[in-house]
Nanobody
Framework: QVQLVESGGGLVQAGGSLRLSCEAS????????LAWFRQAPGKEREFVAA????????YYADSVKGRFTISRDNAKNMVYLQMNSLKPEDTAVYYC????????????????????WGQGTQVTVSS
């Protein structure tokens, strides 16, 4: 069983930066596909960024490409999301997801592909 805890959210002005962290307790992260999703009020959970099961591939939503960077530290069981040039439309609760499985590329952006979720961290970007 993996437990995920996100941190690093907060209030930031448009154009600013935040770094989100997701810490996992339990087995090592090294064989897990890891992802960040976000959910704004009244909207469905939306894919943001992900690592493949092998850790060799990364995926990004078009809306964050070039602004956000996902990284991981398997030794520390940590995954990060560096968010730069933030926009008001980035405002949401950000969730870390994980699954110990090989997820095909078309499944990476789908929340149902992930078995474990954290409680989320709020990111608010003011204009």
């Amino acid at each position: 069983q993996v437990q995920l805890v996100e941190s690093g959210g907060g209030l930031v002005q448009a154009g600013g930066s935040l770094r989100l962290s997701c810490e996992a307790s339990g087995p090592t992260f090294s064989s897990y596909a890891l992802a960040w999703f976000r959910q704004a009020p009244g909207k469905e959970r939306e894919f943001v960024a992900a690592f493949s099961w092998s850790g060799r591939s990364t995926y990004y939503a078009d809306s964050v490409k070039g602004r956000f960077t996902i990284s991981r530290d398997n030794a520390k069981n940590m995954v990060y999301l560096q968010m730069n040039s933030l926009k008001p439309e980035d405002t949401a609760v950000y969730y870390c997801g994980a699954v110990k499985a090989i997820v095909q590329a078309m499944g990476i952006p789908r929340p149902e592909s992930y078995d474990y979720w954290g409680q989320g961290t709020q990111v608010t970007v003011s204009s």
